[in-house]
Nanobody
Framework: QVQLVESGGGLVQAGGSLRLSCAAS????????IGWYRQAPGKQREWVTT???????DYAESVKGRFTVSRDSASNTVWLQMNSLKPEDTAVYYC????????????WGQGTQVTVSS
């Protein structure tokens, strides 16, 4: 099993920044990527970004150029730096880990709320 714990959410004004972290523990050898997803009220969960174990990032178009994902392999921690935040970025942000064998996103954190005021 893999446990994921997010932190760093909060309330920020539009144009501001926040940094989220996701700490992975347990059987982390079973995973090969960590991603961030978000879910706004009344909307479906959407993918935000992924970073592989080799450090390759990928971003949704809506956050490209504003968000940066990074990782520290030694501590199994992934950060999401969010700049130039917009009200439409308001959501609960979840980190997830991809199982190496199946390629499925089987592990999820509890989520952290990000609220961007206009």
């Amino acid at each position: 099993q893999v446990q994921l714990v997010e932190s760093g959410g909060g309330l920020v004004q539009a144009g501001g920044s926040l940094r989220l972290s996701c700490a992975a523990s347990g059987s982390t050898f079973n995973i090969n990527a960590i991603g961030w997803y978000r879910q706004a009220p009344g909307k479906q969960r959407e993918w935000v970004t992924t970073i592989t174990n080799s450090g390759r990032p990928d971003y949704a178009e809506s956050v490209k150029g504003r968000f940066t994902v990074s990782r520290d392999s030694a501590s199994n921690t992934v950060w999401l730096q969010m700049n130039s935040l917009k009200p439409e970025d308001t959501a609960v942000y979840y980190c997830s880990a991809r199982r190496r064998i199946s390629g499925t996103w089987d592990y999820w954190g509890q989520g952290t709320q990000v609220t961007v005021s206009s």
